[in-house]
């Protein structure tokens, strides 16, 4: 991994991009958009190794990669992420299950959705030396073969076979025995460990367990100010945090007390750079618990809460902040509207990123190649503001110099985001 973060002296040993935003009163894009990263207790699926799932194959193979149908109720997560979301990194976090298995054939992986499969063997029709062999999950065919012995079958997505067995006939041998193993201490450690490397906009804290948020919340620090990688992390009931890179969401849902942490992750990580989530519709399946009063509201904006709010007949975002509370001069109050995050994480992701592809190691750090960056640093400046994620560049303002060695440059770029309107204040004469 490259060097990044922020820079208090002109003393970093690796080459990277260090990039400091501080409050303005103080002093062509390949960044990845809607991309969720989760640990997730499961009964199916590879333990504790990173997966990958994006929005059409979540749609169209499920079942197989996943091990539920879209519309099981193990899937209610992943629907929720996925009304936003484009991708999903998921990490099964329970593990040391027990795989299912029968005379015929062991469960692919451990855990109880392997007692769901059952093997169907009959004579084929055109030849009763060969057997026809059917892989079920509950109702759902997942796999068709026809033998004359155990050892030409191949394994599929849900079971590897016994070569050893004898292929006989059977109206439907369940696999039985399965189980989803425990999630252990070091489970959610080795999962942060196992991202790290990750392209993701979005971390999901899915458990209310305080030493756990602590551990996602130092983990979110590190990786945006030590190295450079900018994303936040959904977590719940956590704005103790006080940090602009955790969104405490605040309500609860009936039918999981943490569960609107997966819409709201899916919600964040799609956001576009020149947008806003307040009062952003929610259009998942929980039950949301709104029963707040306007004084409720008001000091839950105070507090870093994320809140959910009624009007109508509609349950919408009351405003899209994260859970910095505690105000400095580097840190006004702009850096508690996720809004702001997501642009200056979205420069920070962007220009690192440009760096290391067209100037580290390869463009002399002369007045040219100064020149050269200052150039693609006003370009990509210029591109927000035509998205309206920024306010008008001035390019004078653009500075880049050489730095305190002979192989570091120095920029200096202020920027003043955008942001969307949520406040109407209106006076009417009548006359």
């Known amino acids: 991994m490259l060097g990044g973060g922020v820079f208090t002296k002109q003393n970093k040993v690796l080459p990277g991009a260090y990039i400091n935003f501080v409050s303005a009163a103080a002093r062509g894009d390949k960044t990845v958009k809607g991309v969720v990263c989760v640990p997730m207790e499961s009964g199916w699926g590879p333990e504790r190794k990173v997966m990958k799932v994006d929005k059409d194959s979540f749609e169209d193979n499920c079942l197989r990669l996943l091990g539920y149908p879209v519309s099981a109720p193990e899937m209610q997560a992943f629907r929720e992420m996925f009304l936003n979301a484009n991708e999903v990194y998921v990490f099964r976090i329970n593990s040391e299950g027990v795989k299912a298995s029968n005379d015929l054939a062991e469960a692919r992986y451990a855990g109880t959705r392997g007692n769901a499969v059952r093997l169907v063997v009959q004579k084929n029709v055109e030849d009763d030396t060969k057997f026809d062999v059917r892989t079920l999950v509950g109702t759902d065919l997942v796999d068709a073969q026809t033998a004359t012995a155990m050892s030409e079958l191949a394994d599929n997505d849900f079971v590897s076979f016994k070569r050893e067995a004898a292929l006989t006939e059977t109206a439907g041998m369940p696999l039985t025995g399965g189980t989803d193993g425990a999630v252990s201490g070091e489970a959610y450690q080795e999962f942060l460990n196992a991202i790290e490397q990750k392209p993701f906009n979005v971390l999901v804290c899915p458990t209310k367990d305080e030493s756990t948020v602590n551990l996602f919340a130092a983990f979110t620090k590190r990786m945006r100010e030590e190295l450079g990688v900018r994303f936040q992390t959904i977590a719940y ?195």
């Not at 039918?255 to 942490?261: D, I, K, M, P, Q």
């Not at 920070?348 to 067209?358: C, H, V």
């Open 237 to 431: 009931r956590a704005s103790r945090v006080d940090y602009e890179g955790v969104i405490s969401v605040e309500n609860s849902a009936s039918e999981n007390e943490a569960g609107l942490v997966y819409w709201v992750a899916g919600a964040s990580a799609a956001c576009a750079v020149n947008k806003s989530n307040t009062n952003k519709v929610y259009d998942g399946e929980y039950t949301v618990n709104v029963a707040y009063t306007q004084m409720q509201l008001s000091d839950g904006i105070k507090e870093g809460k994320f809140l959910l709010h009624q009007v109508g007949d509609e349950v919408r975002v009351l405003r899209d902040i994260n859970s910095l509370v505690s105000f400095t001069e580097d840190k006004n109050s702009d850096f508690s509207d996720n809004q702001t995050i997501r642009v200056l994480d979205f420069i920070g992701n962007g220009i690192a990123s440009l760096f290391a592809e067209r100037f580290m190691g390869q463009v002399p750090n002369d007045a040219s190649g100064r020149i050269s960056l200052w150039n693609e640093i006003v370009t990509f400046y210029k591109s927000l503001a035509a998205q309206r994620a920024i306010e008008a560049v001035e390019p004078k303002a653009i500075t880049v110099e050489g730095g305190g060695t002979k192989r570091s440059v120095l920029v200096n770029a202020p920027v003043q985001p955008t942001n969307c309107m949520d406040q109407l204040y209106m006076t009417v004469v009548v006359e």
